[in-house]
Nanobody, 124 residues
Framework: QVELVESEGGLVQAGGSLRLSCAAS????????MGWFRQAPSKEREFVVT????????YYADSVKGRFTISRDNAKNTVYLQMNSLKPEDTAIYYC?????????????????WGQGTQVTVSS
């Protein structure tokens, strides 16, 4: 069992930056691929970015490529999402997820554990 706890999101102006973190419980964090997903009001939860267990493989949604960066620190059981050049359309609840595999995935159905979510609001 893995428990994921996201850091607090926030309100930021368009063009600004925000960093989210997700702390995982347990001693096997380094064996899990991790992902960030988001859900805007009245929309389905969508893929944002994923990282493999070693950090070598990373895949980004086209909508965030070049603006968002995922990283992980396996010694701290934490994954990070650095968000730059934020846009109003990035406004959503952001969820951290863990997959019981070393291989990253863009498919939310392949994730086994989810955090509670954190609100990110970007004002225009």
């Amino acid at each position: 069992q893995v428990e994921l706890v996201e850091s607090e999101g926030g309100l930021v102006q368009a063009g600004g930056s925000l960093r989210l973190s997700c702390a995982a419980s347990g001693r096997t964090f380094s064996r899990y691929a991790m992902g960030w997903f988001r859900q805007a009001p009245s929309k389905e939860r969508e893929f944002v970015v994923t990282i493999g267990s070693s950090g070598a493989l990373r895949y980004y949604a086209d909508s965030v490529k070049g603006r968002f960066t995922i990283s992980r620190d396996n010694a701290k059981n934490t994954v990070y999402l650095q968000m730059n050049s934020l846009k109003p359309e990035d406004t959503a609840i952001y969820y951290c997820a863990a997959r019981n595999s070393t291989v990253p995935s863009v498919n939310r159905l392949e994730y086994d554990y989810w955090g509670q979510g954190t609100q990110v609001t970007v004002s225009s």
